[in-house]
């Protein structure tokens, strides 16, 4: 990552990414009675890639949602089974807390990328030819989905019925999320359809407009 000298290094910090970084532990917390302004956050990260700060805004968001999972992952810890082979209420439990933890992940997901759009654009996709969304799932997959997949679709008699049946009555949330009972598709956790940004109910914590249209954004000189 190129260094920024230490007045810009201030600079970024204290006009952009403590805002951006209160504001995304919100989202990731899902904060009850905390409200975002989409407007706001969108205009801030603008601005903070019109700075040039688009490679240190970028670094801090993964390793901040990177920081994040390690929570969950240790709060699903206390839901995993000692010996794998002792399904039961345990096992489930642990299906459940999984598949919520997942749940609110997405949820996360779905209102961070929007805010990044202009970030995601000019720098996320042209430099480094891939996707926040894809980026922040991968993380998902890394943290917290590759280590204990084998131990919850290894389930076997029961457990295996009940481990199919909480995974497919828990998909009414996200029908644009592609989940199926295998470890491969674990494996390559993903959003699929770009509705999923569009259309969720995003209730009292997030009210955002329409995905941003990028193109329709002033030249950056005008900033």
Partial sequence: MMDIPPDQNDKYINDYWNTISRAVGQILHNSPGVRVSFEQMYSIVYKCVCDGFAEKMHSDLLAQCSHHLEEVDRSLDACDPRIPQQYGEESLRLVIAFHEALELYLIAVQQ?????????????????????????MDLFRQKVADRRMDRIMASSGPASDL????????????????????????????????????D???????????????????PMSSY
């Fill in 200 to 218: 969720t109910d995003y209730g009292e914590t997030y009210l955002p407009p329409s995905r941003p249209d990028t193109s329709a954004l002033p």
């Fill in 163 to 198: 481990t199919t049946e909480v995974l497919s009555q828990r998909q009414g949330l996200h029908q644009d999320i592609q989940v199926q009972p295998t470890l491969d598709t674990w494996s390559h956790l993903q959003i699929v359809g770009s509705s999923s940004l569009r």
């Fill in 112 to 136: 961070i990328t929007p805010i990044f759009a202009y970030m995601n654009k000019f720098y996320v996709e042209a430099l480094l030819q891939t996707s926040l969304q894809v980026e922040l």
